[in-house]
């Protein structure tokens, strides 16, 4: 399990703030119609029980879009993921086919309103540490290209970063030749929900990429538990 940390002018910003991050090793593949089919009727349970404008008032998106504004970035202009793929489907836009592992890391972030880092773990260089996004600082948002991230959580390791809410970083995202995972759940509102997110994560690895060596760590900044999934 690559170590990850939490830095003080995160945590002075978002004090509720726990990291559930999974590692394991997988077999991704380019679509799976069983998968797509949970997917599906995700999609459809959205769309009949949620309003637009009540999106980002739901307390794991509203509590993201806060930490946003604390460390000083527009959530409207930069959403969190979660937001943004919830905003698809109830504009009737559907959901990006990209392979088993990114579609799987969409579907629960759509289920659990958390923004997740889902990463190549051997392209991550050294440790992670969660800090604040600096002006100038170069990150390519995948699918995004250049993206400012200043003001925005960001995770980086020897080389720069590699993850925020609003998107991973191209440098490290996953790809066909993906074997090693690394998973992070950010719970900006707090601990409660992420032990449920992860077990319905870890599910679905096992189910769809056959999902072995599976660890888990729930992290703040001053404690860090091995959990089982």
């Known amino acids: 399990m690559i170590q990850i940390s939490i830095s003080e002018e995160i945590t002075l910003a978002c004090p509720d703030l726990h990291v559930l991050a999974i590692a394991c090793e997988v077999r991704n593949t380019e679509s799976d119609p069983l998968l797509w089919e949970e997917i599906n009727q995700m999609e459809s349970i959205v769309s ?105 959580p960001v995770y980086r390791d020897n080389v720069g970063g590699i993850g925020t809410p609003t998107s991973d970083e191209e440098r490290t995202k996953i790809e066909m030749t993906t074997k090693s995972l690394l998973m992070i759940i950010n719970g900006y509102a707090g601990k409660e929900g992420l032990i449920e997110a992860g077990s319905y994560a870890a599910n679905l690895l096992k189910r769809y990429v056959s999902a072995i060596k599976i660890e888990s760590e729930l992290i703040s900044l001053n404690n860090r538990v091995k959990i089982v999934l």
């Open 48 to 152: 009949s029980t949620t309003k637009l404008e009540e999106i980002n008032k739901w307390l794991p998106i509203l509590a993201t879009r806060q930490a946003y504004k604390k460390l000083g970035k527009d959530p409207n202009r930069y959403r969190p993921s979660a937001e943004a793929l919830r905003r698809r489907i109830l504009r009737g836009l559907g959901l990006y086919k990209v392979d088993t592992l990114v579609d799987l890391i969409n579907l629960v972030s759509i289920k659990s309103g958390y923004s997740i880092g889902g990463f190549d773990a051997g392209k991550i260089d050294g440790n992670l540490i969660l800090g604040v996004g600096k002006e100038g600082e170069m990150y390519h948002g995948i699918g995004r290209g250049e993206l400012n991230i200043a003001g925005l």
